[in-house]
């Protein structure tokens, strides 16, 4: 292993922090990967969930030959795991690798980040202020039993993806009207139907918007619910269907990962089929009211009146944006239509219009080159889920490659920086 003390910081211990950790301690950097909770946080909260991609596409070459080095038995490549099983068999042994001994912080949040001695106005790189370059980050850490603290670091990687901030219900992405009085009555992340939550839905009536895999998900998981004698009443507000289909989840033809083909089929089916099930297909949420126990919400449908649903819980699958707040004080340019890093998402959008078909595809998502991954602010990157912002079509896969472009810009700015300088 090289020698470089350089202090790279990594917001997140999720699959994409984790991996970039490892290759940037084996470049020979100090890494410290602070992280909000524990490592694989965002995994923890759908652990029952198989994965649609298999194992070998959700842990990175480096990371498996790492770890088969070091005596750690792996599961097949093709293997299709949970994600709480990706965890264990993969990414907490990753984590406890002699080369991240100590380096990761749990429980301890990264509130802000800044960059030492220079606020948001000054130093303003397309005015030729330089004055950012290799200026170190400042940090504040927010851990869960200590006091906040500042740490500092010569390279910042947010790797902190979406999952912790979910999206509004109201008309146009806003919160709808009550919606911020609605804390425990709503559920903005996949809950385990027939395991942990199954006590909160099994028998209730349930008001579901979305329209995602999620939502795909948590229908087949009502199906299992009502086959097992405990069927909920799902009132499920949902997006028109692509204008090709009548189906509201997109199937792909011939697609080539088995698990998300079987989910959006079955999905459709019970669509089309659930008694349980009432579709506001095209309806939006204006308004909740709590009543005592339960929630009244009122849904205005794209043609017609508006109705008014009672249901003791409101489940959000609605999507997550990234937590722009964090980098507030950086040079940071987001994307007005996904929030993601502006160089990667216009080259996303760009790669979109070329090839419609495949921008449905997460599987057909390519990398867009390193220089893409640069921000205004130097040393600093976003990758992993919340490289792509609000475009749900990130996949590990892409994150892996991230990293090594990012490894080698990072290495190609250290080189120039080393360089005489002509004349
Ligand atoms: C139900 C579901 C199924 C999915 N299935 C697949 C699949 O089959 N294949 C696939 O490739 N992708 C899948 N995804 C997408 C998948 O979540 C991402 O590819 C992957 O988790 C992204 O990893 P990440 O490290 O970028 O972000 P995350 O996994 O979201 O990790 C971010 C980490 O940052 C931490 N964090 C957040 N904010 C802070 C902060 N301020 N300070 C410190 N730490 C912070 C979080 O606690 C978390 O541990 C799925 C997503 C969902 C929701």
């Given at each position: 292993m090289s020698v470089n003390r350089r202090r790279v910081a990594i917001v997140g211990a999720g699959p994409i922090g984790m991996e970039a950790a490892l290759a940037a301690a084996q470049r020979g950097y100090a890494v410290s990967v602070y992280e909000a909770?524990?490592?694989?946080e965002h995994w923890r909260r759908f652990s029952w969930v198989r994965l649609f991609t298999p194992f070998h596409l959700n842990a990175s070459e480096r990371g498996r030959t790492t770890l088969r080095r070091s005596g750690v038995a792996l599961p097949p490549d093709a293997a299709i795991l949970t994600a709480g099983e990706t965890l264990r068999q993969y990414l907490e042994p990753l984590a406890n690798l002699p080369e991240l001994s100590g380096c990761v912080h749990e429980?301890?949040?990264?509130?802000a980040i800044g960059r030492e001695g220079?606020?948001?106005?000054?130093?303003?790189?397309?005015?030729?202020?330089?004055?950012?370059?290799?200026r170190p980050f400042v940090l504040r850490l927010e851990p869960e039993t200590e006091p906040p603290r500042f740490a500092s670091a010569d390279i910042v990687i947010d790797a902190?993806?979406?999952?912790?901030t979910p999206c509004a219900?109201?008309?146009?992405?806003l919160p709808a009207?009550?919606?911020?009085?609605?804390a425990t009555r709503i559920e903005r992340h996949l809950p385990d139907l027939l395991g942990s939550a199954r006590s909160r839905y099994a028998g209730q009536r349930i008001l579901l918007i979305g329209g995602g895999h999620s939502a795909a998900t948590a229908l087949v998981a009502f199906e299992e619910l009502a086959a097992q004698g405990e069927p909920a009443a799902v009132s499920w507000v949902h997006p028109v269907p692509?204008?090709?289909?009548?189906?509201?989840f997109a199937t792909i033809e011939g697609d080539t990962l088995p698990e998300r083909h079987a989910l959006t089929t079955r999905a459709n089916r019970v669509a089309r089929e659930a008694a349980w099930l009432t579709r506001y297909p095209g309806a939006t949420v204006t308004r909740y009211e709590s009543r005592g126990g339960s929630v009244r919400a009122t849904v205005e449908r794209p043609v017609g009146e508006a109705v008014a649903l009672e249901a003791s819980r409101v489940l959000a699958l609605v999507g997550y944006r990234p937590d722009t707040v964090l980098t507030r004080e950086l040079h940071v340019h987001h994307c007005?239509?996904?929030?993601?890093?502006m160089g990667l998402a216009s080259a996303v959008l760009a790669a979109a219009s070329a090839s419609p078909d495949a921008a449905?595809?997460?599987?057909?998502q390519t990398t867009h080159g390193a220089?893409?991954?640069?921000?205004?602010?130097?040393g600093f990157f976003i990758l992993g889920a919340k490289s792509y912002?609000?475009?749900?079509?990130?996949?590990m896969t892409l994150g892996h490659r991230q990293i090594d472009d990012v490894m080698s810009l990072v290495e190609a700015d250290e080189a120039a920086a080393r360089a005489p300088t002509a004349g």
């Open positions: 909770g524990s490592v694989g429980r301890c949040r990264v509130g220079i606020i948001k106005p000054q130093a303003i790189a397309a005015t030729g202020d330089a004055a950012r370059v290799g902190s993806g979406t999952y912790a219900t109201g008309a146009g992405g009207i009550g919606e911020e009085h609605l692509r204008a090709t289909s009548a189906d509201p007005y239509a996904t929030e993601g890093p449905g595809d997460c599987l057909k220089e893409t991954l640069r921000t205004p602010e130097p912002g609000r475009n749900p079509q990130f996949l």
